[in-house]
């Protein structure tokens, strides 16, 4: 009996050393800064007009924008999938631009006020309600698939969408060009 104590209690440090891990803490970013692949917190704070950049790395628990910062999401990823909950909030008069970002599946991205805004820019956009949250599914310009969560009804007017082509739009648009232009001399 006493061995399957100090196996259960060996398993629970472990789990906790693999999803808490000690360098972990949260930021508060005040002037302008990068997020990048081996950066770990738990939570992000901006604040003023700092414009911070994610290309990589993990925030664990979310993400805070005051003020009239601005936050650029080109990749790294936030949460877990095994992690209960995650959540953006979008506040005063802050941007969030997503060009690229892993989610769990359980995050809320939310806005406060009418001045935020969430710019999300990818391809085969489409809304789906639930109860009085709603979802947006897409792919991001790589054609990487995503949902993204939005809390209530009066995060959806914040949200701008850019529909950006497909390469293979762009390549067949040059080439329409290069023939008009060859037809018309």
């Known amino acids: 009996m006493r061995d399957l104590r100090i ?5 629970i440090v472990l789990v906790w050393a693999v999803l808490c891990p000690a ?14 692949d ?31 910062s601005t936050f650029n999401a080109y990749g790294g990823t936030l949460g877990f999938e095994s992690y209960l909950f995650s959540q953006v909030e979008v506040l005063d008069s802050s941007v ?39 979802w ?5 310009a790589d054609g990487d698939p995503f949902t993204l969560m939005f809390r209530g009804p009066f995060t959806r007017p914040n949200v701008i969408l850019h529909e950006i082509p497909e390469p293979g739009t762009i390549l067949l648009l040059a080439l329409g060009g290069v023939f008009l232009r060859r037809q018309s001399r």
């Open 136 to 140: 947006l599914h897409g792919k991001w």
């Open 7 to 11: 196996g259960a209690v060996g398993v």
């Open 23 to 36: 360098e972990w803490t949260p930021i508060d970013f005040t002037t302008d800064g990068v997020i990048e």
């Open 38 to 68: 081996g950066d770990t917190f738990t939570f992000v704070h901006i604040f003023s007009e700092a414009s911070v950049d994610m290309t990589g790395g993990f925030i664990r628990d979310g993400l805070r924008l005051n003020d009239t």
């Open 96 to 134: 969030l631009n997503l060009y690229h970002w892993e989610l769990p599946e359980y995050h809320l991205i939310w806005t406060q006020g009418d001045l935020a805004k969430i710019h999300v820019y990818g391809s085969d956009f489409l809304y789906e309600a639930h109860s009085s949250d709603w």
